[in-house]
């Protein structure tokens, strides 16, 4: 059970960075070569598309999955689990915490100056967060 487990997660992990890694070497600078009222609409496009069945089951499943191994690697004494549970579960805050209420403001007030730096800050954190994740529970 515990390498289906893991695997489980350094998957959804591996996943959700690949989704991050595309918006930071492609969406975004994408974005920043348009004009801000552009960018903003392309943008709130983009978030409520992403919300949906598929990304919304990788997106929590894979943060109950790294709770799960967080859990099982502190009942086994296994820090190198605990460590990659808890990466992954770091960039699942991130978002949470950083560019989910980002994505919200953008929607309210299309403030492209205030959003577009902050949320690639988050996005590049949370992204290595889930490449951590991942060499964590590889190892």
Do not use: E
């Given at each position: 059970m515990t390498g289906v487990l893991d695997g489980a997660a350094l998957t959804g992990a591996g996943l959700l960075g690949g989704?991050?890694?595309a918006f930071s070497v492609a969406v975004l600078p994408a974005l920043?070569?348009?004009p801000a009222a552009e960018a903003v609409?392309?943008?709130r496009g983009v978030n409520r598309v992403i919300v949906n069945p598929v990304?919304?089951?990788l997106f929590a499943g894979t943060a109950?999955?790294?709770g799960a191994v967080t859990v099982a690697g502190a009942l086994g004494g296994q820090p190198l689990r605990i460590a990659g549970g808890v990466a992954v579960l770091a960039g699942f805050a991130v978002t949470a915490a950083v560019n989910i209420p980002l994505n919200n403001a953008l929607e309210r007030d299309g403030?492209?100056?205030a959003f577009a730096p902050r949320w690639s800050v988050?996005?590049?954190l949370r992204g290595a967060f889930s490449a951590?994740?991942?060499v964590l529970l590889l190892l």
């Open positions: 989704v991050y890694l920043r070569r348009r609409t392309v943008m990304f919304g089951t109950l999955l790294a403030d492209w100056a988050a996005n590049h951590l994740g991942v």
